[in-house]
C-alpha cells in the first residue's frame, strides 16, 4: 500500500477541501492517506462536516494560519516535519500556497522522493504589492524546481503560471480539474426550492439573485452592490438579492448597502431587497432556491460556485477573471464581463432578470456541461494516473 500524507492549508468551504475528500476516499485501497490541514479563520464556515460525512479522519495544525507569522509558520513547519517522519509517506502532495510551502519544504528537508503540489489559484496579482507579490513568485519557482509535479486546476492557470509567471516548465505541470459530487443539485429540486422560498417569504414571480463566497476585498462585493443599485430602478421585475457567505468586508458591504439606500435584514427590515445570509451548508436548498448566480471576483482559480450553479442549471452573470472560462461557457451557461465594466455587469443582471425564458435557456445547459468536466470520479482517475507515473519514474 501507497501512503500519501495530504496537506491543505485549512478546511473551510471551497476547492481544496472538495479535492482532498474526495481522494482519500476513493484512492483506497491502493492509496492510504493521512490528511492534515491549518486552523480556519473566525469568519469562515468550516467544511469538516464533509469530512466526516465520508469518515475521514484529520488533524488540524493549530498554528498554521492563513496570515505570515513567522513564530508560528516555523512551528507548524516543525510539526509538519515531524508527522511527516514518523508517517513517512511516499507520496507528499500539498494543496494552496501556505500548506504548499511549509509542506514542500519540510518533505524536501527529509528527503521524500515523489513531491506533488496543486495551485487552487494563486496571489500573484489583485491581493498584494509588487515586492510582496514579486517575493511570492520567486518562492513558487524555487519550490516547483524541486517538487516532482506541479498540478494546475484550470488550462488557462497552467498558461498563466508558466507563462506571465515562469513558475516551472510547462512538461512539469499538469492539468487536473476540479472533481465535485454534482448529482446531488438534481434531486428534489422543486421540493429544496420550495424550502429555500418559504423561508424567505419569496412569491413565485420575485427573481432570486444570489452571489456566493467569502466577504472579502478580492471577491469585490462592493462591485456586485453597486450593480444591484444601478438596476434597483430600472427594472419593473421585482427581484429580492441573497449574499451568502461572510468575511471580514461585512460590516463594510452593510453600511454601504444602508449608503445607497438598499434595505437590508440585518437592519431590521421586514421586506428587504437585500439579504445577507451569512455561510449555509445546504447548498442544494439554496441553489435550487435561487433564480440567478453572480460572481464579480478580482481573480479566481477555479469557481467553485459557479461549477455548482451550473450543476443546479442556474443562468450566471460574472467577471471573466482568472479560471472562470475553463468553467463556463460564454453567451451559453453565462453572461461575462471585465472586472471594472459595472455598467455591463449591471446591464447583463438586468437583462436576465427580465427575460424569463433567456433566464431558463441559459440555466438549463449548464448541468450537462460540467457534470462531463467536473465529476470526482474523473478527478479521482486523473490523479491516481499521475501518482502511478510519478512513483515509476521513482522505482517506487
Known amino acids: 500500500m501507497i501512503k500519501v500524507l495530504r496537506i491543505l ?24 492517506t493521512k490528511l492534515i ?13 464533509m469530512l466526516d460525512k465520508y469518515n475521514i479522519d484529520y488533524e488540524i495544525i493549530d498554528d498554521m494560519s492563513r496570515s505570515i507569522n513567522p513564530i508560528k509558520d516555523f512551528k507548524s513547519f516543525l510539526l509538519i516535519r515531524k508527522i511527516m517522519k514518523e508517517y513517512n509517506p511516499d507520496i507528499v502532495h500539498t494543496h494552496a500556497s501556505k500548506s504548499g510551502a511549509l509542506g514542500r519544504l519540510a ?11 496543486t495551485f487552487h489559484g494563486h496571489i500573484f496579482h489583485s491581493y498584494f504589492g509588487i515586492l510582496k507579490t514579486n517575493f511570492y513568485i520567486y518562492l513558487e519557482r524555487f519550490l516547483a524546481k524541486w517538487s516532482s509535479a506541479i498540478i494546475a486546476i484550470s488550462r488557462l492557470q497552467k498558461e498563466e503560471l508558466c507563462g506571465d509567471f515562469k513558475i ?15 448529482e446531488k443539485f438534481q434531486t428534489n429540486i422543486l421540493s429544496n426550492r420550495d424550502l429555500f422560498r418559504n423561508e424567505f417569504n419569496l412569491l413565485d414571480h420575485e427573481i432570486a439573485v444570489g452571489i456566493i463566497g467569502r466577504l472579502t476585498p478580492i471577491k469585490n462585493h462592493t462591485f456586485f452592490i453597486k450593480a444591484i443599485n444601478n438596476i434597483k430602478n430600472k427594472t419593473s421585475k421585482k427581484f429580492k438579492v441573497f449574499i451568502i457567505g461572510d468575511g471580514e468586508d ?32 445546504d447548498m442544494d436548498i439554496v441553489y435550487a432556491g435561487l433564480d440567478i448566480v453572480t460572481l464579480t471576483s478580482l481573480n479566481e482559480g477555479t469557481p467553485v460556485t459557479l461549477i455548482e450553479a451550473q450543476a443546479a442549471n442556474k443562468p450566471i452573470v460574472c467577471t471573466n477573471v482568472g479560471g472562470v472560462l475553463d468553467v463556463v461557457l460564454e453567451d451559453i451557461t453565462a453572461k461575462t464581463c471585465s472586472k471594472d465594466n459595472l455598467d455591463d455587469f449591471s446591464n447583463n443582471l438586468r437583462i436576465l432578470i427580465e427575460d424569463d425564458s433567456l433566464r431558463n435557456k441559459i440555466g438549463s445547459a449548464g448541468y450537462n456541461h460540467v457534470s462531463k468536466l467536473f465529476s470526482y470520479k474523473r478527478l479521482v482517475k486523473d490523479v491516481r494516473t499521475l501518482y502511478e507515473n510519478l512513483l515509476n519514474e521513482k522505482n517506487i
Open 250 to 281: 461585512s460590516e463594510h458591504l452593510k453600511e454601504l448597502s444602508s449608503i445607497l439606500g438598499l434595505s437590508t435584514n440585518s437592519s431590521g427590515q421586514d421586506d428587504p431587497l437585500i439579504y445577507f445570509t451569512s455561510w449555509r451548508t
Open 168 to 182: 516551472c516548465k510547462t512538461e512539469k505541470m499538469h492539468v487536473v480539474p476540479l472533481g465535485f459530487d454534482l
Open 107 to 117: 518533505a524536501f528537508s527529509l528527503g521524500i522522493k515523489v513531491v506533488v503540489h
Open 37 to 49: 490541514a491549518g486552523k480556519k479563520l473566525d469568519s469562515e464556515a468550516g467544511s469538516e462536516y
Open 9 to 32: 492549508n485549512r478546511f473551510n468551504i471551497g476547492g481544496p477541501t472538495h479535492n482532498a475528500t474526495f481522494l482519500t476516499k476513493y484512492l483506497e485501497p491502493e492509496y492510504k
